[in-house]
């Protein structure tokens, strides 16, 4: 599937995009603020990055396009001078013999219309990536394209006799979405009246009634910034419907080495459309970075690997357990911790300051931990280095709409199970209260059928039919610094509900057993907002007002 553009726009486009007609493609000779803007972009909009790169930077005047962006050589011209350049590189490359060469060159690439369950393939390789996922969180999946839900048409599902019966799930999810996105905006503005919430004033720095506010400008960003929170509300209590086969837009910048290592993955899956992103995305950096990409390929280990262990796998009915379940932590590194706190300020090795350490009180070891912390201003005030001597190991079990979110952290350690319809699923409690639970109970019954159809002959492909309300299983192991960070940044009042209430588990864990160290998270917040988002709405609008003045 991909985006129909007329000659005149692929003129235009050409230049800019390794492919028009392709729905994965690479970005060039863009600066790199219109290449990090237009990726920034993907989260909130519906449109393919090429409609974007049209409609809002090359179309409007008021971007400074054509003056930022200079005359661009022909594309034959481009090609012709990236292949006569690639046996010069490749000859260095050689001479140089070392992967981290792969580091010092890289790429965005934009993968439009994969499913979520590719969409996470693509953001697991962390070292040397960033990637921008189109987000549930703001727009509306009900759009239809040729008459078509935007749903991964999985192949080997689709050439089997279980063909129609995905086919009818992912169209019975997409339609009871789409029929309760109305209601469910309704029955958030009904509960919850825009007369009932305070509104941050930027000029006041304080909090105002909206009965209060007097100015019909600021009125109207106050309301634009409701109703872009009560839209992010019912977004967030309808996204559960969505199958994992639903199609995402994704933005990748990395190197070379990323890049190689990416595509190394997905020729080596079983999955046809990992696959055939890995062949369009390899044919596209080609365009660009060929030295970079050139050892990327089909890997039997690790096709042999995943086989082999598939065998081993143990297997049983699941228990019931906590969302969260804290499994290790090192629970007597504490005092080696404060040792690494004095470290860079002293010149004994590290054992001899464990020893000093061991011989302080309590309150010696306390003040060492309050001076080395600081007063953090914001969330953005790192915590030290000494906070990565700590590590938790933590079981989570949690709907995959949650994971989609918190598994885009790299500075940690995750792994996930294979999703399944096996480990229940997650009922919002608006969708009870509004009336729709019945509604909501069917197609999940319905999607474990299916699933449990089509499961034991393909496993894998099979995952594209649970809905992301189901429970999946995974674990993460990090180090305090990085819970300080996740904590803290997933707790903010504008995060989803489900991913807030796994941080302040996650904080609560940490707490019960290093109590000394997790009341330094000082922007942990353990509240509950009926909605998160409209004070970090209400500032951008008075921010974006402020900018235009």
Known sequence: MAEAFSDDEKRVLAPFVSSVENNIFVLRNLPEV?????????????????????????????????????????????????????????????????????????????????????????????????????????IWFTEKINGDYMFYKEPVLMKSKYGRSYTNLCNLLFDTYTKFSKPMTEYVEENMPVADFMFFDIKKKQEVPFESIKDEKQKKRALSAYNASVRAKACDVLRGFLPASTLTNLGLFGNGRFFQNLLTKLHSSPLAEFQDIGQKMHNELDTVIPSFVRRAAKDEFIAEKCKAMAKNGIRADSAEQESVTLVSCDKGAENELIAKMLYPYSNLPLNKLVEAVDDMSEKERMDIVADYIGERRTRRDKVGRAFESIYYGFDILADFGIYRDIQRHRVLSQERQMLSTNHGYNTPEELVSAGFKKEFDECMKQAKEVYDEISPEFPLEAQYAVPFAYNLRWYMKLNLREAFHLCELRSTPHGHQNYRKLAQDIYRKIEGVHPAFAKYMKFMDLKDYKLGRLRSETIREEEKAAREE
């Not at 010092?104 to 070292?127: M, P, T, W, Y």
């Open 34 to 138: 219109i290449k990090g803007a237009l990726f920034s972009r993907y989260s909130r909009s519906t449109k393919s990055l090429k409609r974007l790169l049209l409609d809002e930077f090359i179309g409007k005047p008021e971007t400074g396009f054509a003056e930022i962006v200079p005359p661009q050589a022909s594309t034959v011209d481009l090609k012709e001078a990236v292949q006569k350049a690639q046996a010069f590189y490749d000859r260095i490359l050689d001479g140089f013999g070392d992967d981290s060469v792969g580091e010092l060159g890289g790429a965005h690439v934009a993968c439009e219309f994969v499913s979520n369950i590719a969409a996470k393939q693509l953001e697991d390789c962390r070292i040397g990536g960033s990637p921008l996922e189109k987000s549930t969180r703001y």
